[in-house]
């Protein structure tokens, strides 16, 4: 079950509108060619949490980091709000399974280096604690990286990406090194801030049943190069179980798809 209360937000969605056309991907390795990506067509709408599945190493990871910005697509192209994705923008923040804190800065300094970095700390340092509170770090502002729990390392890093209010928020498995009860905790709080602020979210994760418990769809991809299989809609309310017969459903659905028929 996600344990956070979820409270769902009464005003439009305000994330950004992602569109991804006949994009296809590629390394060179070794002097040859390795494909990547193929042919990926999705449509993804202000304020939908779309969690992707796939095998290991199919292309996912890299999928999001097209997305944003940090790469350039070899065919195809990528739409956020109309326009096309040419590198990094603030209003597209990633979150990577590694909280990655420089340890001589203290949690709020590391929170703030977006700020710092756009040259807008000055006039918005007030936002550093108000997403603190967010996450429920207000009382560790002033803490150093080595004297935090791996899940309140992780807090810290959705903290710096929400001072900037992102429009997209990207999750390159941000829970995957987390202890399982941590884990679940996680889960419901990134869901209850997504519910809240309306941001656009999108997830990859190895994991069916968060896929499940967090994502209003779930795209799943095939072996590399990665092509899309399946996408699901998962019209549940918050907070989900486990046990909820349309959920198993889908997970059986979805490990037939991954070749786990085995393991139903």
């Excluded at 996912?60 to 739409?79: D, F, N, Q």
């Excluded at 009382?139 to 929400?162: E, I, T, W």
């Excluded at 190895?206 to 699901?232: F, Q």
């Excluded at 549940?236 to 179980?241: G, S």
Aim: glycine share 8%; net charge neutral; charged share 25%.
């Amino acid at each position: 079950m996600v344990t956070a209360a979820i409270r769902a937000t009464e005003s439009a969605p305000r994330g950004s509108d992602l569109s991804i056309r006949r994009l296809s991907h590629r390394f060179a390795l070794e002097g040859a060619p390795l494909d990547v990506l193929r042919n990926i067509d999705i449509d993804v709408a202000p304020g939908e949490f779309v969690a992707f599945l796939g095998p290991s190493g199919c292309g996912k990871s890299t999928l999001l980091r097209l997305v944003a910005g940090l790469e350039s697509p070899s065919e195809g192209e990528i739409l956020c709000d109309g326009e096309a994705v040419s590198g990094p923008d603030p209003s597209r923040i990633i979150v990577l399974q590694d909280p990655t804190l420089y340890p001589w800065r203290k949690v709020a300094a590391n929170v703030s280096l977006g700020l710092e970095a756009r040259g807008v700390l000055k006039q918005q340092r007030g936002r550093v604690g108000e997403t603190l509170r967010l996450v429920g770090l207000s009382d560790f502002a002033n803490a150093y990286p080595h004297q935090l729990s791996g899940g309140m390392a992780q807090r810290v890093s959705l903290a710096r990406a929400l001072v900037n209010d992102p429009e997209l928020l990207i999750l390159d498995e941000p829970l995957g090194k987390l202890d399982s009860l941590t884990r679940l905790t996680m889960q419901g709080e990134i869901v209850n801030l997504w519910r809240n602020a309306g941001f656009t979210t999108l997830l990859v994760t190895h994991d069916v049943e968060e896929a499940l418990l967090m994502g209003t769809r779930i795209i799943v991809l095939s072996e590399r190069p990665a092509s899309i299989k399946a996408d699901i809609r998962v019209d549940k309310p918050y907070p989900r179980h486990r046990g909820d017969a349309d959920l198993v459903a889908k997970r059986q659905e979805i490990l037939k798809l991954l070749g786990f028929e085995a393991a139903l």
